[in-house]
């Protein structure tokens, strides 16, 4: 028995997103970060009161609490993010970008959108209209 063609699809989009993680972790690999950590940084930073619980981090990247915090404790050695307590609430952890990892994440903000750059000029308008279809698209 034979994958249906919407099988192969899948496996060729999983493929594809493999590859592409492999390049943006190449793309940021001269400021010492992967892009996972890039991410994390770029939801601390957008987010208004500029910290998040873990918990919200996970969600937000994709991973099991116990993943976040194996990314998250070694920013926080290196002195990218700190760990504050919640005024609310004392057993809810809440995570902030430092001033370093401030000024480590404009950097980082600024080649991750060159890159991008050219990687979306590669693409066909068509192929970069599906990549849009694609990201909006709510499982």
Same mark, same amino acid.
């Given at each position: $028995?034979?994958?249906?063609?919407?099988?192969?699809?899948?496996?060729?989009?999983?493929?594809?997103?493999?590859?592409?993680?492999?390049?943006?972790?190449?793309?940021?690999?001269?400021?010492?970060?992967?892009?996972?950590?890039?991410?994390? $940084?770029?939801?601390?930073?957008?987010?208004?009161?500029?910290? $998040?619980?873990?918990?919200?981090?996970?969600?937000?990247? *994709?991973?099991?609490?116990? *993943?976040?915090?194996?990314?998250?404790?070694? $920013?926080?050695?290196? *002195?990218?993010?700190?760990?504050? +307590?919640?005024?609310?609430?004392?057993?809810?952890?809440?995570?902030?970008?430092?001033?370093? *990892? +401030?000024?480590?994440?404009?950097?980082? +903000?600024?080649?991750?959108? +060159?890159?991008?750059?050219?990687?979306?000029?590669?693409?066909?308008?068509?192929?970069?209209?599906?990549?849009?279809?694609?990201?909006?698209?709510?499982?």
């Amino acid at each position: $028995m034979s994958l249906s063609q919407h099988a192969s699809n899948l496996l060729r989009l999983a493929t594809f997103q493999t590859r592409l993680q492999k390049k943006q972790d190449q793309w940021l690999a001269a400021h010492g970060i992967s892009f996972k950590e890039f991410t994390i $940084m770029y939801h601390l930073h957008q987010s208004p009161t500029r910290n $998040m619980r873990r918990v919200d981090v996970a969600e937000v990247v *994709g991973l099991s609490a116990s *993943g976040v915090t194996r990314l998250l404790n070694p $920013m926080q050695k290196i *002195g990218l993010v700190e760990k504050e +307590e919640s005024a609310r609430d004392a057993r809810v952890s809440l995570v902030r970008l430092t001033e370093a *990892g +401030e000024a480590l994440f404009r950097d980082a +903000e600024t080649s991750v959108n +060159e890159r991008v750059e050219a990687f979306m000029d590669l693409l066909t308008e068509e192929q970069q209209a599906a990549l849009q279809a694609l990201s909006e698209t709510r499982l």
